[in-house]
Nanobody, 117 residues
Framework: QVQLVESGGGLVQAGGSLRLSCAAS????????MGWFRQAPGKEREFVAQ????????YYADSVKGRFTISRDNAKNTVYLRMNSLKPEDTAVYYC??????????WGQGTQVTVSS
């Protein structure tokens, strides 16, 4: 079992930046693939970014590639999402998740990101 708590969301103007954090507790954090997802009002949850346990070979949704950076610090049991050049369409609740057995099994409660135009 892994417990995940996101933080760092807020209101920012278009073009601004935010860094989200996801603190993990419970089982060995370093063994999990970690991901960020988001859900905008009236839309389905969508994949944003993923990072393996080693920290290499990250993956991003096309919509955020070049603007967002996922990273992790296994010593701190934390995964981050640095978001630059934010757009109003990035407005959503952002969730971190931990994968087990090939699928995302553990989810945080989410943190709201609102980008004003």
């Amino acid at each position: 079992q892994v417990q995940l708590v996101e933080s760092g969301g807020g209101l920012v103007q278009a073009g601004g930046s935010l860094r989200l954090s996801c603190a993990a507790s419970g089982r060995t954090f370093s063994s999990y693939v970690m991901g960020w997802f988001r859900q905008a009002p009236g839309k389905e949850r969508e994949f944003v970014a993923q990072i393996p346990w080693s920290g290499g070979s990250t993956y991003y949704a096309d919509s955020v590639k070049g603007r967002f950076t996922i990273s992790r610090d296994n010593a701190k049991n934390t995964v981050y999402l640095r978001m630059n050049s934010l757009k109003p369409e990035d407005t959503a609740v952002y969730y971190c998740a931990a994968a087990e057995g090939g699928s995302y099994k553990y989810w945080g409660q989410g943190t709201q990101v609102t980008v004003s135009s």
